[in-house]
């Protein structure tokens, strides 16, 4: 990484430790020289990283008017109702919202027309929206959309207007506009949105949850013991310090009611470092976690097993598995949104592999698992993404051989450390 150039960015930004997701407005004056242009990789390591600037609003000779007094104001996401996201009263988020409102789309952002869009939600994140029209002109209309209705992904526009109203507005994006996006976008849908929902009620869906952590944030995990988890390293790292204080919830659409154990214990890779994780990809097959919970809910839902798959099939055995993947999507609601075969498509010799199933956020820890009539083995965690200049994102999965080793240990309590209290720069013991 450009640590010159870090330093200087984070220095003019005032870094400090932020909620997740938390988007970077890039944007502004700076000038940075081409050689040292943050890759998309490096500005996702920020978002999560750095609070929101505050500055003073954008000047429009347009009509519409505002403050920047909400919260939210100034992160690069339009926020007023109507507009935008909603989190912000009507006329609050002004400097996010002005160019939207009166429908001015430019190239004022700094990141404008490197090849990637910049702009939150579908992009990196690091430009305001309505300033990267070049690279983000063909997903102008997925903005502030999602597919969080009941009956998102059934092939019915439920939307009010050009659907039967059953959903609300904005909430039924892949019936209503449809499923083909764009290779520039920054999500995991190479070209066409193929999820589906998942039952929650039934096995293995069941044991797919979300923890939500205690510092912020959530990510997805899946039972592969009566009492242990599977997840991202780095859902749990919150600035450099491990930080496991969560709940995990599961079981959502279960007879009796969702589900819920405290986290208590964790497991890392000894070599998880979360700074040279997000400079590089020397360490992807460092980024998982395995997590105790306080009640043995495997005993009520089950769990699914564990494989390494290249380990037991080899690499082209596991390139033509059939995988089975879901995850608590950022744009799926409260749904279990995933895919049903889809595939590795390539193996890597550091415990990664390359996969083509439509994630996104909050499907990091999310499991890719292989079935075996009745039986499920989780062979994959999904992780983070690889810049592919020409080409579309490749995106990383940790395969299962990179715990393994340490699964039946942990299991059996002979390893772990407590998740009452986070951990700061101490790698964990073998």
């Known amino acids: 990484m450009r640590t010159g150039l ?8 005032c870094v400090s430790t932020s909620q997740a997701d938390e988007p970077l407005l890039a944007g502004g004056p700076t000038a940075i020289a081409e050689s040292d242009a943050l890759s998309s990789r490096e500005i996702g390591s920020w978002l999560h990283r750095i609070q929101k600037p505050q500055r ?7 009509g519409y008017t505002g403050v920047d007094t909400c919260r939210w104001a100034n992160d ?4 007023d109702p109507g507009l935008g996201t909603g989190a912000c009263e009507q006329g609050t988020d002004y400097s996010d919202c002005w160019r939207v409102a009166q429908g001015i789309e430019d190239d004022s952002c700094q990141w404008a027309r490197d090849g990637e869009c910049d702009e939150p939600g579908f992009g990196t994140g690091a430009c305001t929206q309505a300033t990267d029209l070049t690279d983000c002109g063909a997903i102008i209309n997925l903005r502030f ?8 992904f059934d092939g019915v526009c439920n939307e009010p207007g050009t659907g039967n109203g059953t959903c609300a507005e904005r909430t039924d994006r892949a019936d209503c506009i449809g499923r083909d996006r764009p290779m520039t976008i920054n999500d995991h849908y190479f070209g066409h949105d193929d ?8 096995f293995p869906w069941n044991v797919v949850g979300q923890i939500e952590l205690d510092s912020g944030g959530a990510c997805t995990a899946t039972l592969i013991a009566d009492d242990v988890l599977i997840t991202a390293s780095h859902c749990i ?12 919830h599961t079981a959502y659409d279960r007879p009796g009611g969702p589900l819920e154990a ?3 214990d964790y497991f890392i890779d000894p070599d998880w470092n979360e700074a040279a994780f997000s ?4 360490l992807d097959g460092t980024d998982w976690a395995l997590l105790r919970i306080d009640r043995p809910l495997g005993r009520e839902l089950g769990h699914v097993g564990v494989r390494g798959l290249v380990r037991t099939a080899g690499n082209s055995g596991a390139l033509r598995a059939d995988l089975h993947q879901a995850g608590y999507s950022w744009d799926t609601g409260a749904h279990l949104s995933g895919n049903i075969g889809c595939h590795m498509v390539n193996v890597y010799n550091d415990n990664t592999m390359a996969h083509n199933c439509d994630t996104t956020r909050g499907d990091s820890g999310s499991p890719f698992m292989v079935r075996e009539g009745n039986e499920y083995f989780v062979v994959g965690t999904d992780s983070n993404f690889r810049s592919n200049p020409g080409g579309p994102m490749i995106y990383i999965a940790v395969r299962s051989e990179a715990w393994l080793n340490y699964y039946e240990d942990f299991v059996a309590g002979r390893i772990g450390h407590s998740a009452t209290q986070p951990m700061a720069g101490v790698k964990p013991m073998k």
């Open 237 to 248: 790292d919150d600035d450099g310090r491990t930080d496991a204080r969560a709940v995990f």
């Open 6 to 13: 870090i330093a200087a960015l984070a220095a003019i930004l």
């Open 76 to 79: 690069g996401e339009c926020d």
């Open 195 to 202: 999820r589906v929902f998942m039952d929650t009620s039934a």
């Open 56 to 62: 003073p609003g954008d000047v429009s000779t347009g």
């Open 145 to 152: 959309r999602n597919d969080s209705c009941e009956t998102a």
């Open 262 to 264: 405290r986290v208590i």
């Open 279 to 282: 400079a590089g990809d020397d």
